[in-house]
């Protein structure tokens, strides 16, 4: 059984804070390679092969079946997280919940070995158990943020981990790339990258996180006489009351993410289809595109980690918006070339790392203790859950103008949208409605 009589589980713990941010180097690699690179393109050549996959007495065409995997595991993720967040907080396992499903989702990407012609409904299927999965421990791998980094080092510790997962994502995308153009057998080099990446996220997990991770005991006490499911289900709908009643400004902010980061998920989705269709890029140019997005994030995490200790975490996010907001205005009147393409991707990979690593730093500060793990489970909804929002507003605009220019432009309402829902947040107060002490820290 665990215990948490170790000092060693006090906020500060470098050891600790090593081990956690070990966990996003190792699960960030099933994010670019296996969902970002590679199964997408896999799965619509197999399709293609076997001219669309047969499920259910109906045919998908091959173009849909990895979009519709994605759905699904978006769709499901909305049950599972806050459940997953409500056993987190009431569990004296909270480590042991973390390693059973990030060692699980492991497992689902290691067998991706086995997709073939002949598998894809397999290879569907476990890309959906992963993705769950790595969802639900992303879940409780948040909530351990408070637990590890007092109030004043949490954009530091936050960006820390964001910086962990862009490098050993790259370096594992970038491995896999290479091994890919080295190998004739094409197909068995995607599907010896795509296991591969099981055993390097299960791998890490193991000698980092698993060892330097330490238990905490339960957050809360679960009431007697209830099921797991039961229990959590009703738990959910009191967290739910107790935001909307005690914690709003929280609530708020949530909202304000919801809309300004489908507007980030949306830019770098379409990006490099932007990038082929309006620039005539090549695929070399897209590939190394994505590599540099990767890396120079790192500075970018760890940049505004500073700023944000500096100058205040929400003025650095709204100054961040601003200029993903500029992005999106410069696509549109000035991007024309690749020699510009270049100079947009790295500035967009600055702010992606700066905006990511804010927000969570910043949303971990306005939520009650010994509930992380619950609040964290909305938060991840808010970052998957609507993910389609942004997609859908950009495609709607392409059908009707034919042009994916006119299209970009659209974004530009998530961001001033979010800035507008963003900027009147009183943080202090947020905090101190959670019972943090906002002189801790500069929150705006």
Not at 139 to 147: A, D, W
Not at 328 to 340: C, M
Not at 400 to 406: A, C, P, Y
Request: overall charge neutral; charged content about 15%; proline content about 4%.
């Amino acid at each position: 059984m665990e215990t948490v009589t170790d000092s060693d589980a006090r906020p500060g713990n470098r050891r600790e804070i090593f081990g956690w941010k070990m966990y996003d180097w190792a699960w960030s690699a099933f994010t670019t390679t296996v969902t970002t690179a590679l199964l997408g393109p896999y799965l619509l050549a197999l399709a293609e092969d076997d001219g669309g996959v047969p499920l259910l007495g109906l045919t998908i065409a091959p173009a849909s079946f990895f979009p519709f995997a994605v759905s699904a595991s978006a769709i499901a993720q909305i049950v599972v997280l806050p459940v997953v967040g409500a056993i987190a907080d009431h569990t004296p396992h909270k480590k042991r919940l973390l390693l059973l499903l990030a060692y699980a989702s492991s497992a689902c990407t290691a067998a991706m070995f086995v997709i073939t012609g002949t598998t894809l409904l397999l290879g569907g299927l476990l890309f959906v158990l992963a993705s769950i999965g790595f969802g639900a421990a992303g879940v409780v791998y948040n909530s351990y943020l408070p637990e590890i980094a007092p109030p004043e080092l949490r954009d530091r510790v936050s960006s820390g981990g964001f910086a962990y997962g862009y490098l050993g994502g790259g370096l594992w995308l970038a491995a896999n790339f290479g091994f890919i153009a080295l190998l004739d057998d094409t197909e068995l080099a995607v599907r010896i990258s795509l296991g591969g990446t099981g055993l390097w996220a299960g791998g890490f997990i193991a000698l980092t996180t698993h060892r330097y991770l330490n238990a905490r005991p339960a957050g809360r006490t679960r009431t007697p006489g209830y099921g797991w499911v039961r229990f959590s289900l009703r738990s959910i709908l009191i967290t739910l009351r107790d935001m909307r009643r005690r914690h709003p400004i929280t609530l708020r902010f949530l909202l304000a993410y919801l809309v300004f980061n489908d507007g980030i998920l949306t830019v770098i989705a379409i990006a490099t289809s932007f990038a082929a269709d309006e620039l005539d890029a090549e695929s070399e140019t897209l590939l190394l595109l994505v590599l540099l997005i990767q890396f120079v994030a790192i500075p970018g995490a760890i940049g505004f980690g500073r700023l944000g200790e500096r100058f205040g975490s929400k003025r650095s996010l709204i100054w961040n918006l601003v200029v993903w907001a500029g992005l999106v205005i410069y696509a549109y009147l000035e991007l024309d070339s690749i020699g510009e393409l270049w100079i947009m991707g790295t500035v967009l990979a600055f702010v992606l790392g700066g905006s990511q690593a804010i927000s969570r730093s910043l949303y971990s500060q306005m939520i009650p203790s010994s509930a992380e793990a619950e609040y964290f489970g909305f938060y991840e909804i808010a970052s998957r859950g609507t993910s389609w929002i942004g997609p859908l507003a950009f495609g709607v605009v392409n059908q009707i103008t034919g042009s994916q220019r006119q299209a970009i432009l659209s974004l530009i309402v998530f961001f001033v949208l979010g800035l507008a829902l963003l900027i009147p947040i009183d943080v202090a107060k947020a905090m101190t409605d959670a019972g943090n002490d906002p002189k801790r820290i500069r929150q705006s």
